[in-house]
């Protein structure tokens, strides 16, 4: 007897190899399958903005990608002694001008390349609801923990967003004729609008991604926010704030991703791999000795 729902999985849909190269976008959960996939060998390019939780910021960051442009003074913030890019993570930020321009135009130079030979590009969802610079109305990737009366906050409309992502993806396939894209929703909620405002976030991006599935046959989608809610409903699944997966979680959700994309061949590559490692992690107690 089965006692927990089990999410179908895409199995079939595509296979990831150790050849492929992938780019991944989007949430804090496309930085913990990012390190994952790394940490297993494979050519990763992880987040060159930084995390990013909406589509819109995704696809505007991607274009400043493809466009080949490169960030002056003019495009950075100073507040409080510190450079910062509204389009980009804090960890991009400096007391040093000429430094901040350096790491966001070095990303952006490895970010494009990798874009133009990724087989597979992967996106992570967080959110449906955006933040608008009053300034410019124009859609920022992070707020520097600025004040909110700078920002227009607003929800996403399904149409708006298929519209601005089918429109990138038709970019990206002009200098990168085979990159499959695979879609995921992460499965942290967002209770800053309470449960049922989630929800909405949730739905806008499950029912964008659905459409550009239907519509563009390079689209594919991993169900790790369905796994996350109706296979890991225990509460030890969940960190101390109840809204972020645990490492177990995690480690789980990355289990049914291998199932899905990898063959024997890739996840035999893997195991070998791991006992390399733990070799040459492995230490001696005495350092004389010839043990390994």
Not at 41 to 60: H, R
Not at 178 to 187: G, N, R, Y
Request: charged fraction near 25%; proline fraction near 4%; charge should be neutral.
């Amino acid at each position: 007897m089965e006692f927990r729902t089990k999410v179908e999985l895409p199995v079939g849909q595509g296979e990831i190899r150790h050849s492929d190269s992938i780019s991944l976008w989007g949430s804090c959960f496309a930085e913990n399958i990012g390190k994952l996939l790394s940490d297993n060998k494979f050519d990763c390019d992880v987040n060159p903005f930084g995390v990013l939780y909406n589509p819109l910021s995704i696809a505007k960051s991607m274009s400043i990608l493809l466009d080949g442009k490169t960030y002056h003074e003019k495009d950075l913030r100073f507040d409080k002694g510190i450079w910062y890019s509204l389009m980009h993570h804090s960890s991009f930020s400096s007391t040093n001008q000429s430094e901040c321009l350096e790491k966001i135009n070095l990303r952006i130079v490895k970010g494009r390349e990798m874009l133009g030979k990724a087989r597979w590009i992967i996106f992570t969802w967080g959110t449906a609801r955006v933040y608008e610079w009053k300034e410019t109305g124009e859609i920022v990737g992070n707020c520097h923990k600025l004040p909110d009366r700078l920002f227009t906050r607003r929800l996403l409309g399904v149409e708006e967003v298929v519209s601005v992502f089918g429109s990138l993806l038709k970019k990206i396939h002009l200098i990168n004729p085979d990159a499959q894209f695979l879609f995921t929703v992460s499965p942290i909620r967002h209770a800053k609008d309470g449960m049922h405002g989630n929800q909405l976030n949730k739905a806008v991006l499950l029912l964008a991604i659905e459409k550009l599935c239907r519509e563009i046959p390079s689209c594919h989608y991993f169900p790790s926010y369905e796994i996350m809610l109706d296979e890991l409903r225990d509460y030890r699944f969940y960190a101390d704030d109840m809204l972020h997966p645990t490492p177990l979680a995690v480690n789980y959700i990355w289990e049914c991703f291998c199932s899905s994309f990898f063959t024997a061949d890739t996840l035999r590559i893997m195991k070998d791999w791991q006992e390399i490692r733990k070799a040459l992690e492995h230490r001696p107690f005495d350092a004389k000795s010839d043990e390994l």
